[in-house]
């Protein structure tokens, strides 16, 4: 039926889109793809490039040895005696993201990996409330992911794109998040620049001008980055 305002929209679900990651995804592939390494053993994947070899990831027992993400390995060896060096394979780590997608399409109706991480998926959860509500999304979507072997996996669900990722990278993030509706602006205020996703060089810049927060960024006035 159309109003004098143009055609009315008619029972279309509100607009809700949830991120789906799995900390440390890269790690955990290598590690599936690797049984024999010790559990507790320091980890780090190394990537090649040409006649240098650079730390590309690194667990939480490397860190604690200091090992470090771009880290010459010869020197994260040096370092950490007892260093398991494993292989980055940019290769596993696709085939590995689009078997989990096809995994969490059995809990939600449309799946898309991130192209910049892998191991990310946006997932749609809108119409929720005919299958369980955003609650029984995530019990499904976590029951996939256990099942998949990455019980580790954090999912949240908000009005935007920009706070469900901002909440599942968050340090510590809970397992599920799902942020009220129209509870978006509330949430990201709180949160640090380095949440939010953009370039590095936007991000260098707004801390050049001694912005730390999202909530100091909303409070400049129009105009004021131009």
Same mark, same amino acid.
């Given at each position: 039926?159309?109003?004098?305002?143009?055609?009315?929209?008619?029972?279309?679900?509100?607009? *809700?889109?949830?991120?789906? *990651?799995?900390?440390?995804?890269?790690?955990?592939?290598?590690?599936?793809?690797?049984?024999? =390494?010790?559990?507790?053993?320091?980890?780090?994947?190394?990537?090649?490039?040409?006649?240098?070899?650079?730390?590309?990831?690194?667990?939480?027992?490397?860190?604690?040895?200091?090992?470090?993400?771009?880290?010459?390995?010869?020197?994260?060896?040096?370092?950490?005696?007892?260093?398991?060096?494993?292989?980055?394979?940019?290769?596993?780590? %696709?085939?590995?993201?689009?078997?989990?997608?096809?995994?969490?399409?059995?809990?939600?109706?449309?799946?898309?990996?991130?192209?910049?991480?892998?191991?990310?998926?946006?997932?749609?959860?809108?119409?929720?409330?005919?299958?369980?509500?955003?609650?029984?999304?995530?019990?499904? =979507?976590?029951?996939?992911?256990?099942?998949?072997?990455?019980?580790?996996?954090?999912?949240?669900?908000?009005?935007?794109?920009?706070?469900?990722?901002?909440? =599942?990278?968050?340090?510590?993030?809970?397992?599920?998040?799902?942020?009220?509706?129209?509870?978006?602006?509330?949430?990201?205020?709180?949160?640090?620049?380095?949440?939010? %996703?953009?370039?590095?060089?936007?991000?260098?810049?707004?801390?050049?001008?001694?912005?730390?927060?999202?909530?100091?960024?909303?409070?400049?006035?129009?105009?004021?980055?131009?």
């Amino acid at each position: 039926m159309a109003s004098a305002d143009g055609p009315r929209r008619v029972g279309l679900p509100a607009w *809700r889109v949830g991120c789906a *990651r799995v900390p440390h995804f890269a790690l955990a592939v290598a590690r599936a793809a690797h049984p024999a =390494v010790p559990a507790g053993a320091p980890v780090a994947l190394i990537e090649e490039k040409g006649t240098r070899s650079r730390v590309a990831a690194a667990d939480a027992e490397a860190q604690a040895d200091g090992v470090r993400v771009a880290q010459a390995a010869s020197r994260a060896r040096a370092g950490c005696p007892g260093l398991v060096c494993l292989p980055w394979d940019p290769s596993a780590l %696709d085939q590995a993201t689009l078997a989990l997608a096809e995994r969490l399409e059995r809990a939600a109706p449309l799946v898309v990996p991130l192209e910049d991480e892998p191991g990310a998926f946006w997932i749609d959860a809108r119409g929720m409330r005919w299958l369980g509500g955003e609650g029984g999304l995530a019990a499904r =979507v976590l029951a996939e992911a256990e099942a998949a072997g990455f019980p580790q996996l954090k999912l949240a669900v908000a009005d935007t794109a920009v706070a469900a990722r901002a909440a =599942v990278h968050l340090p510590g993030a809970a397992a599920v998040r799902l942020i009220p509706a129209g509870g978006d602006a509330a949430f990201l205020r709180g949160l640090p620049l380095e949440a939010l %996703d953009m370039g590095d060089e936007v991000r260098d810049a707004l801390l050049g001008l001694g912005l730390r927060t999202v909530a100091e960024l909303a409070a400049l006035p129009p105009g004021a980055l131009e």
